[in-house]
């Protein structure tokens, strides 16, 4: 316990906290958007339950003899709540860290070999820390949603992208979810010593289409409610 805690307590330790947690993260994210995908198997009919309802029922359910209705998806829940305040607390400890270091900033920055996606980590991690928060009480607590109904999945998403603001505000969200999971796949690869501009450049490849498939794949519901092709 002393030298994991000696470990975290360098600069290197908390990067690998932050790669590794951000490796548990993003796996989350590409299966939270594959589930939000079963939307487009339309609602329910003829006595059918849509998709994304019986979806969201098994993971309501599963486990359910154990530890009752949602005890393993809140415990789920939980850790990924831990592990996401795991990585944001490295990720800021490392800032001040690098701030301590140049306590004097330089007159004029020139950005030359950083990207867009390495420039707004920073404030774009706390505007997706924001994002989440209203994410929870939009569509799993419903506190931020005009007309929730538990169970009803499809229902919810429908209703809830049906206000413009709303639906606009989840897809700026995207846009910044997808710059962060850029960056920061590259760069955790980078961290666990997995990276090399040797290697053909494969890290940056599989950052980008993970990137993008996440982004475009979340931001396609929003536009599909707004356009009409999901609807009630």
Do not use: C
Request: no cysteine; glycine share 12%.
């Amino acid at each position: 316990m002393q030298q994991l805690t000696g470990l975290y307590g360098t600069s290197i330790g908390k990067k690998v906290v932050m790669a590794i947690t951000g490796g548990i993260l993003v796996l989350f994210v590409i299966v939270h958007m594959l589930g939000n995908l079963k939307v487009y198997f339309g609602p329910a009919h003829e006595g059918h339950e849509a998709k994304i309802d019986i979806y969201g029922h098994f993971l309501r359910t599963v486990g359910h003899e154990v530890v009752g209705d949602e005890g393993v998806l809140w415990i789920f829940r939980v850790v990924i709540l831990v592990v996401l305040a795991l990585h944001v607390t490295s990720a800021i400890l490392v800032w001040r860290t690098s701030q301590a270091a140049r306590p004097v900033g330089y007159k004029k920055q020139q950005p030359v070999a950083a990207t867009l996606a390495s420039r707004s980590m920073r404030w774009g991690g706390l505007l997706l820390a924001t994002f989440i928060i209203y994410h929870l009480l939009h569509f799993t607590t419903g506190d931020a949603h005009p007309a929730f109904t538990y169970g009803e999945v499809y229902r919810n998403l429908v209703v809830g992208f049906q206000n413009p603001l709303v639906a606009g505000g989840y897809i700026l969200g995207m846009i910044f979810l997808g710059l962060h999971l850029y960056h920061g796949i590259w760069s955790g690869l980078q961290t666990l010593g997995l990276y090399s501009p040797r290697a053909g450049g494969w890290q940056r490849t599989l950052a980008a289409i993970i990137a993008v498939a996440v982004a475009v794949g979340n931001i396609s519901i929003p536009v599909a409610v707004l356009t009409g092709i999901i609807h009630l």
